[in-house]
């Protein structure tokens, strides 16, 4: 059904136009100084084809602080430890950089929090580390009908970038902002530009009890604390309340949250850089240490990701009992995936000697080491042993059924050797 259609069929239901309201706004809205309005918001006019945009610029200097550190800190470390990024990524797509590399890190502030065609990107917020300090620029949809020029002035600053940097992006904000490019028929910038998502780097690295939002991570790794921000839940009403007043005055906590937002992810990657450089070493606990084996293991990184296995285990006393044993089974496969059968088998040991029969990583070392004492050392009573330690602790009808069918061959091999013997007794 054509717009037009449409219109004429909500008109005759309800006795109104029911576009007229917005339009009028968008109108009255739209003769309103640009300038003025920057000036409200802390920022200026940028002209581009098509139209202006107001831009919001912040110089976070090197001297200043966002949590525990120094701006300048954080930039050095992204500048000397740039070059491991990849490992945070997925397996393709996120290049080896250089130091002299073009970051931009983004974050969205939308008219809505559940994507689809009808959300608006209202604030479009860019940061990239300049000379030791913090940029973020801040593009602001005046107008819905200002939406094009935004585009444009945002493909512009993107330009050049050879890496985007998100939280959550992949999922939302670039899915959002490609399909407002698509909207208005125009190229979208960044569709040739690897996108590394801090979100799920975060997960692997430091995901547990307290949840891995960027609020979480910015504290437990940065000790930055907010005071007095605004709830992301809140912020598409207070544009909506800016599309149908002009009152930008509210939008003041929507941009400085979008500012840390971005100074926080910075800072995030800055932290998880220098993490994959310095290793195992690195790590402040064990958690973080078991994440970053993770992380060097599904990028083919081995050696990396086994001593940061055996780092874990070997740390007893300062390692809570199930980070202590998911190292260990990971260290045990990657030794046996290796031909080191010895060295895992010690491994599949020290799992059994915590003694927890019902944890997932105890049943798989029984039956590892029923496997190993049953094929490779040939130790029979010993693996008929494990074999009946499996029966007992299988929690599935599968573990269950395949437990039984080693006991009863090992049964089987057991009783031939005795006939053997008898037999070369008697002879």
Same mark, same amino acid.
């Given at each position: ?62 001297? @200043? ?62 940061? @990239? ?299």
């Amino acid at each position: 059904m054509g717009a037009s259609v449409l219109t004429s069929r909500l008109r005759e239901l309800v006795g109104v136009d029911p576009l007229r309201p917005v339009i009028e706004r968008q109108a009255l809205m739209s003769t309103r100084p640009l300038i003025q309005l920057a000036d409200e918001l802390g920022g200026g006019v940028c002209e581009i084809e098509g139209g202006c945009c107001v831009m919001v610029d912040r110089w976070y200097t090197p001297d @200043t602080t966002h949590g525990q550190q120094r701006i300048g800190a954080y930039a050095e470390m992204m500048r000397r430890h740039v070059n491991h990024v990849s490992v945070l990524g997925p397996s393709r797509g996120v290049p080896r950089l250089s130091d002299t590399a073009t970051l931009r890190f983004f974050d969205l502030e939308t008219t809505g929090l559940a994507g689809g065609a009808g959300t608006y990107a209202f604030l479009v917020g860019c940061g @990239t580390f300049e000379d030791g300090s913090f940029h973020t620029r801040q593009f602001f949809l005046t107008t819905y009908a200002a939406e094009r020029p935004l585009l444009g002035a945002v493909a512009r600053y993107l330009a050049n970038a050879e890496l985007l940097v998100s939280f959550n992006g992949r999922t939302f904000d670039a899915p959002v902002l490609e399909t407002r490019y698509l909207f208005h028929r125009l190229a979208v910038p960044f569709s040739g530009v690897a996108h590394l998502d801090m979100l799920h780097a975060s997960r692997r690295l430091w995901g547990g009890d307290e949840g891995c939002s960027l609020k979480v991570l910015e504290e437990m790794l940065a000790g930055v604390v907010r005071h007095g921000d605004i709830p992301g839940a809140d912020i598409p009403a207070r544009y909506v309340h800016y599309a149908r007043t002009g009152d930008a005055r509210p939008l003041g906590p929507v941009f400085e949250h979008n500012r840390l937002d971005l100074l926080s992810l910075a800072v995030l990657t800055s932290v998880a850089v220098r993490l994959v450089d310095d290793g195992a070493r690195g790590t402040r606990d064990g958690r973080e240490c078991l994440g970053l084996g993770r992380l060097f293991e599904r990028v083919g990184l081995d050696d990396r990701a086994t001593a940061c296995y055996a780092h874990v285990a070997s740390h007893r006393a300062e390692t809570c009992r199930d980070i202590r044993l998911e190292a260990l089974r990971r260290l045990a496969r990657r030794m046996r995936r290796d031909g080191r059968h010895r060295d895992a088998a010690a491994a599949w040991r020290q799992i059994l000697g915590v003694g927890v029969d019902q944890h997932p990583a105890f049943r798989e070392a029984v039956h590892a080491l029923a496997v190993h004492h049953e094929h490779r050392l040939k130790d029979l009573p010993t693996a008929r042993g494990l074999a009946i330690r499996a029966v007992v602790t299988a929690v599935s009808e599968t573990d269950q059924a395949q437990a039984r069918h080693r006991l009863a061959r090992l049964d089987r091999k057991l009783s031939a050797n005795v006939e053997r013997a008898d037999v070369l007794f008697e002879g």
